[in-house]
């Protein structure tokens, strides 16, 4: 079984400062683990994916996230908030052989950007 | 490249009366298929998936059933609608799952369902 956990469900940043969305996750294997973002009644974007590649992924709009096995953590970060960063994050995982059904998602973090 | 439409955008509908969303996938074949709900606040829970025509797994009970009559088609329904039904559903694909990695999910921009 596998568990995705997002530590955080509201963060509050300034624009122009640092942003840092924090999830763990939970499994027996090695996962794949992506962020999606959610602005307000829209679809989800997928921003980046690890897939045991490099444990450095970088994503669109300046994000990039970073997988720490010995942590268990995949959080992710970007340099300069923007306003238009304003949305739900969203830390998803997925086992490989977990089926069509086996992502597993966290509860989402809600990004503030303060002017 | 790929594209995924949803429509209606936004429904409001009564108590006891019937459900239809659909969704259509462009630019790929045989792709695994989703529909998830999100309710006000919650995160995403996933409803149905189907990966080919006329295969569908429930993963919650309910009264809401779904069913792909073409490959790239995959449609939400219900007979009688709840109020606990309201929400935002959201479909998704994805390409069949390769050895070793578990492959990303595309969502649609969502339909917002409200039942009054």
């Known amino acids: 079984a596998q568990s995705v956990t997002q530590l955080d469900s509201h963060v509050s940043v300034s624009e122009g400062t640092p942003v840092l969305l924090r999830c763990n996750y939970s499994?027996?294997?090695?996962?794949?683990l992506f962020w999606y973002v959610q602005h307000p009644n829209k679809g989800l974007q997928l921003l980046l994916k690890?897939?045991?590649?490099?444990?450095l992924v970088k994503g669109i709009n300046g994000f990039e996230a970073e997988f720490k096995k010995s942590e268990t953590s995949f959080h992710l970060t970007k340099p300069s908030a923007h306003m238009s960063d304003a949305a739900e994050y969203f830390c998803?995982?997925?086992?490989?052989?977990?089926?069509?059904?086996?992502?597993?998602f966290g509860k989402g973090t809600h990004l503030i950007i303060q002017p | 490249s790929q594209t995924i439409h949803q429509w209606p955008a936004t429904l409001v509908q009564p108590v006891g009366s019937p459900l239809s969303l659909e969704c259509t996938v462009e630019g790929t074949s045989n792709p695994n298929l989703y529909w998830y709900r999100q309710a006000a606040g919650r995160g995403l829970q996933l409803l149905f998936y189907s990966v080919g025509i006329g295969q569908i797994s429930s993963e919650v009970p309910q009264n809401l059933s779904a069913s792909r009559p073409q490959d790239r088609q995959f449609i939400l329904s219900s007979k009688k609608l709840l109020l606990s039904d309201s929400g935002f559903y959201l479909c998704?694909?994805?390409?069949?799952?390769?050895?070793?990695?578990?492959?990303?999910?595309?969502f649609g921009p969502g339909t917002r369902l409200t039942v009054l």
């Open positions: 998704a694909w994805s390409t069949s799952q390769t050895s070793g990695t578990y492959n990303e999910q595309f």
């Open positions: 690890y897939t045991s590649a490099a444990t």
């Open positions: 998803v995982g997925g086992v490989s052989g977990g089926g069509a059904d086996g992502l597993t």
């Open positions: 499994s027996s294997y090695s996962p794949s």
